[in-house]
């Protein structure tokens, strides 16, 4: 089982201002599972409404893919630097 | 080890049987008994397996030569994450994997999205492991670099 990201690391800066963000993500988890858990029920009755048209199977397993797909994020990186140094843009999950 | 291995190698320590008999059963029983075959099979199985795809792009050097190169571009791309994003395929309603089969056949791809399966994929990913690209400058330096590791 793989663990979501703990921290998000967003840095922007250049000449003029920076900006730094280094958000702790495991703090909010927990408050994301409470929700998933209370919109379990609606989510249950939109597959039923939405399986005739084909759209169920995505509202019904879309939730627990998107969790995957951020559970994979961990680890993530990208940093791009202008060539004159001055510029930074780094988003990194950890 | 597989059992009679064991069982050679418990004579030998019991002195039932001396060092050359052991080496010549062990020999018998199909496996190495060490040495460079061995070792080239443990290496096998013990290379890493790859966890990233790395993409880094280094500007071209100073007009004065004097400064060192620096990456400008840096991304690490883990792996899971593009397992987990090649799994949302199966969220493509039928109508809509129409048109994407309609538009890659446009473009002279003739196959159907549905028919994809999962090992194929999996064996894409693992196939990463020994991609390795690099663009090179007319200076010879290596300006961009795709790779795993």
């Not at chain 2, 099979?41 to 500007?59: D, G, N």
């Not at chain 2, 994997?97 to 056949?105: F, G, H, P, T």
Request: proline share 6%; with cysteine.
């Amino acid at each position: 089982m793989m663990c979501p990201p703990s921290i998000l690391r967003v840095r922007v800066h250049n000449q003029r201002w920076h900006f730094g963000l280094w958000l702790p993500l495991f703090l909010i988890w927990p408050f994301v599972l409470v929700f998933g858990l209370v919109l379990w029920p609606i989510l249950l009755v939109s597959t039923a409404v939405f399986w005739g048209k084909g759209w169920g199977k995505l509202v019904l397993l879309g939730g627990p893919a998107l969790l995957g797909l951020l559970c994979a994020m961990r680890g993530l990186n990208v940093e791009v630097k202008q060539p004159s140094e001055e510029t930074l843009i780094l988003v990194s999950f950890r | 080890m597989t059992d009679n291995q064991r069982r050679i190698l418990e004579m030998l320590a019991a002195k039932k049987i001396s060092v050359e008999e052991a080496e010549r059963l062990l020999a018998l029983t199909g496996q190495p008994t060490g040495g460079e075959t061995g070792a080239f099979e443990t290496a096998q199985v013990q290379k890493p397996k790859p966890k990233y795809l790395r993409v880094v792009v280094t500007p071209p050097k100073a007009e004065n030569g004097s400064e060192a190169r620096t990456g400008i571009v840096n991304v690490r791309v883990p792996l899971t994450l593009i397992r987990a994003g090649l799994k949302l395929r199966a969220f493509i309603p039928p109508d809509k994997a129409d048109q994407v089969n309609e538009a890659l056949r446009s473009k002279g791809l003739d196959f159907d999205v549905r028919n994809i399966r999962d090992e194929d994929l999996e064996q894409l990913v693992d196939a990463l492991s020994d991609l390795e690209v690099e663009v090179s400058d007319e200076e010879g330096a290596k300006a961009v670099r795709v790779y795993v590791e």
